[in-house]
C-alpha cells in the first residue's frame, strides 16, 4: 500500500471532509438523546449520511487548489 505523495494535506480535500461529516453524523445518530434526535425525521438520517457521502465522491472528481498531477 502506497498514500499519496500529499497526504498531510488530505484534511484540505473535500471527500475528506465530507467524509468526516458523514462520520460525525452517524455517531451524531448513535449518541443523541432520543429528544434531540425526534427532530429530525428518521427515514432522512439514512439519506443525510448518504449525501454526504455521494458529496465525498464527487469531491474526489474535482480537481482542488494545489492538486498535483
Not at 39 to 55: M, Q, S
Amino acid at each position: 500500500m502506497t498514500f499519496v505523495p500529499d497526504i498531510r494535506q488530505a484534511w484540505k480535500w473535500l471527500s475528506m471532509r465530507f467524509m468526516a461529516l458523514a462520520l460525525a453524523a452517524e455517531v451524531a445518530w448513535q449518541t443523541m438523546p432520543p429528544e434531540a434526535l425526534a427532530v429530525i425525521p428518521a427515514e432522512w438520517r439514512g439519506k443525510i449520511t448518504l449525501g454526504l457521502v455521494l458529496a465525498a465522491m464527487v469531491g474526489r472528481l474535482i480537481k482542488q487548489k494545489g492538486a498535483t498531477e
